[in-house]
Nanobody
Framework: QVQFVESGGATVQPGGSLRLSCVTS???????AMWWYRQAPEKEHEWVA?????????NYADSVKGRFTISRDDSKNTAYLQMNDLKPEDTGVYFC????????WGQGTQVTVSS
Protein backbone atom coordinates (compact mmCIF):
# COMPACT_ATOMS: atom_id res chain seq x y z
CA GLN A 1 0.00 0.00 0.00
CA VAL A 2 0.99 3.65 -0.30
CA GLN A 3 3.19 4.84 2.54
CA PHE A 4 4.90 8.08 3.48
CA VAL A 5 7.55 7.99 6.21
CA GLU A 6 8.82 11.38 7.33
CA SER A 7 11.93 11.93 9.43
CA GLY A 8 14.50 14.54 10.36
CA GLY A 9 12.52 16.73 12.70
CA ALA A 10 14.10 18.10 15.86
CA THR A 11 14.13 21.00 18.27
CA VAL A 12 16.30 23.85 17.04
CA GLN A 13 16.93 27.46 17.93
CA PRO A 14 15.67 30.30 15.75
CA GLY A 15 17.96 30.73 12.77
CA GLY A 16 18.83 27.06 12.72
CA SER A 17 18.48 24.54 9.89
CA LEU A 18 16.97 21.11 9.40
CA ARG A 19 16.64 18.69 6.51
CA LEU A 20 13.50 16.59 6.45
CA SER A 21 13.20 13.35 4.49
CA CYS A 22 10.13 11.56 3.15
CA VAL A 23 10.61 7.96 2.10
CA THR A 24 7.72 6.65 0.03
CA SER A 25 6.52 3.28 -1.23
CA UNK A 26 3.58 1.69 -3.00
CA UNK A 27 3.29 4.01 -6.01
CA UNK A 28 5.42 5.14 -8.98
CA UNK A 29 7.19 7.97 -7.20
CA UNK A 30 8.82 9.51 -10.27
CA UNK A 31 5.41 10.11 -11.89
CA UNK A 32 3.99 12.17 -9.03
CA ALA A 33 4.38 15.68 -7.70
CA MET A 34 5.39 15.65 -4.04
CA TRP A 35 3.95 18.03 -1.49
CA TRP A 36 5.05 19.06 1.99
CA TYR A 37 2.50 20.26 4.53
CA ARG A 38 2.77 21.23 8.18
CA GLN A 39 0.31 21.32 11.04
CA ALA A 40 0.69 23.60 14.03
CA PRO A 41 -1.07 22.68 17.27
CA GLU A 42 -4.85 23.01 16.94
CA LYS A 43 -4.60 24.20 13.33
CA GLU A 44 -5.35 22.71 9.94
CA HIS A 45 -2.72 21.33 7.61
CA GLU A 46 -0.90 24.18 5.86
CA TRP A 47 0.71 23.70 2.47
CA VAL A 48 4.46 24.43 2.49
CA ALA A 49 6.04 23.35 -0.81
CA UNK A 50 5.64 21.18 -3.86
CA UNK A 51 7.89 19.76 -6.53
CA UNK A 52 6.74 18.43 -9.89
CA UNK A 53 7.92 15.15 -11.42
CA UNK A 54 11.55 15.31 -12.52
CA UNK A 55 11.90 18.47 -10.44
CA UNK A 56 10.93 20.65 -13.39
CA UNK A 57 9.19 23.15 -11.12
CA UNK A 58 9.01 23.98 -7.43
CA ASN A 59 6.60 26.22 -5.60
CA TYR A 60 6.52 27.52 -2.04
CA ALA A 61 4.15 29.15 0.38
CA ASP A 62 4.99 32.81 0.85
CA SER A 63 5.80 32.18 4.50
CA VAL A 64 8.75 29.92 3.63
CA LYS A 65 9.88 31.28 0.26
CA GLY A 66 13.61 31.98 0.23
CA ARG A 67 14.22 29.86 3.34
CA PHE A 68 13.01 26.36 2.40
CA THR A 69 14.04 24.21 -0.56
CA ILE A 70 12.21 21.12 -1.73
CA SER A 71 13.99 18.41 -3.70
CA ARG A 72 13.57 14.80 -4.73
CA ASP A 73 15.65 11.73 -5.49
CA ASP A 74 13.65 9.47 -7.77
CA SER A 75 16.23 6.68 -7.44
CA LYS A 76 15.41 6.53 -3.71
CA ASN A 77 11.67 7.32 -3.90
CA THR A 78 12.42 10.10 -1.45
CA ALA A 79 11.52 13.77 -1.15
CA TYR A 80 13.39 16.28 0.99
CA LEU A 81 12.75 19.63 2.58
CA GLN A 82 15.78 21.74 3.46
CA MET A 83 14.75 24.35 6.00
CA ASN A 84 17.06 27.28 6.78
CA ASP A 85 16.68 30.35 8.98
CA LEU A 86 13.96 28.63 10.97
CA LYS A 87 11.51 30.76 12.92
CA PRO A 88 9.26 29.93 15.88
CA GLU A 89 6.25 30.09 13.55
CA ASP A 90 7.70 27.15 11.60
CA THR A 91 6.96 24.90 14.56
CA GLY A 92 4.66 22.01 13.75
CA VAL A 93 4.40 18.47 12.49
CA TYR A 94 5.59 18.17 8.90
CA PHE A 95 4.03 15.73 6.46
CA CYS A 96 4.65 14.77 2.86
CA UNK A 97 2.11 13.43 0.41
CA UNK A 98 1.27 12.87 -3.24
CA UNK A 99 -2.14 13.75 -4.65
CA UNK A 100 -4.53 11.37 -6.38
CA UNK A 101 -3.66 8.34 -4.30
CA UNK A 102 -5.92 6.52 -1.88
CA UNK A 103 -3.57 7.12 1.02
CA UNK A 104 -3.57 8.44 4.54
CA TRP A 105 -1.13 10.95 6.01
CA GLY A 106 2.07 9.50 7.41
CA GLN A 107 3.02 9.94 11.05
CA GLY A 108 4.82 13.19 10.28
CA THR A 109 7.96 14.55 11.90
CA GLN A 110 7.95 17.17 14.67
CA VAL A 111 9.83 20.42 14.14
CA THR A 112 10.12 22.74 17.12
CA VAL A 113 11.81 26.12 16.82
CA SER A 114 12.43 27.64 20.22
CA SER A 115 15.10 29.50 22.12
Amino acid sequence: QVQFVESGGATVQPGGSLRLSCVTSGFPFSNYAMWWYRQAPEKEHEWVALILPSGVMENYADSVKGRFTISRDDSKNTAYLQMNDLKPEDTGVYFCTAKGLNASWGQGTQVTVSS
